[in-house]
């Protein structure tokens, strides 16, 4: 459960931790059992299940839905008398309430020797990074962080999911063919993420911007993306170019949302 929590906390999903803290006499769970809730709902565990469980979703949605709810709540409900069971026990819930900013999230597609010097940089900063590829034989060059994952795809678009309008998105593939679908498919699904970029020269940015005209992409949304990627800064060798990356990622880092 730990495991889904910090998953959660890194999703900057809604939730609410509701442990049993105390049962008495004949009750459908014992004292630690635990539940977590989201806005959509039970996401894992169990209080019980039937009544008393649909009754602590209830609180639970009721605390989310508060613009400024308690941190922590208790409830002692008889289970006969306040819940309509048969069995006459009295359970007592802990409702801790959570909502996580979300994290600093870069969505890195591609996986080649820019990638390979980039990925060590970021990895010391307080980011979740997700490096999406066709190749495996790259993936597996990768160095192993905490905060970084990498997945392997038939097609680049395939990893869309992982993306969210506070992710910055960099495309640094093998080429023009396999950037200009990923980069088309991202405006139109998040047109406002919060940062696009793609590996490239200034006739790259023209070919792209006439290609994704005729895709149809609004070039209000085409001008979103940064390209040539990284700050005009040192020279054109791996190293160097994954430190223009990064110094532009922290440069255009989203502040988090108000609440």
């Known amino acids: 459960m730990h ?120 990895a010391t900063l307080p980011c979740r990074i997700d490096i999406i590829d ?22 680049h678009t395939e990893a869309l999911y992982l993306i969210t309008e506070i992710t910055q998105a960099i495309c640094i593939t093998r080429g023009h063919s396999t950037d200009l679908p990923i980069l088309a498919a991202i405006l139109r699904q998040y047109p406002q993420i919060s940062f696009l970029g793609v590996i490239g020269s200034a006739s790259k940015r023209a070919t792209l911007t006439r290609e994704l005209r005729e895709t149809g992409t609004p070039p209000d949304l085409i001008e979103k993306i940064h390209c040539p990627l990284g700050l005009p800064i040192g020279d054109n060798t791996p190293p160097q170019i994954a430190i223009s990356i990064t110094a532009q990622l922290l440069q255009q880092k989203s502040p988090p949302p108000l609440p």
């Open 3 to 122: 495991e889904t929590l910090l998953q959660l906390h890194h999703q900057g999903t809604d939730h609410v931790l509701i442990t049993v803290a105390a049962a008495r006499g004949s009750t459908p769970a014992p004292a630690g059992q635990k539940l977590i809730a989201t806005p959509a709902g039970l996401h894992s565990g169990t209080v019980g299940g039937g009544k008393i469980e649909a009754r602590a979703l209830s609180h639970a949605a009721s605390l989310l839905s508060e613009k400024n709810p308690p941190a922590t709540d208790l409830q002692t409900w008889n289970l006969q008398r306040d819940i309509g069971m048969t069995c006459g026990g009295e359970m007592t819930l802990l409702f801790e309430v959570y909502r996580p900013t979300p994290a600093w999230h870069i969505a890195i597609f591609g996986s080649g020797h820019i990638v390979q010097a980039l990925a060590p940089i970021l």
């Open 134 to 155: 066709t190749r495996p034989d790259w993936l597996a060059k990768l160095p192993t962080f905490p905060n970084l994952t990498t997945h392997l795809v038939t097609t």
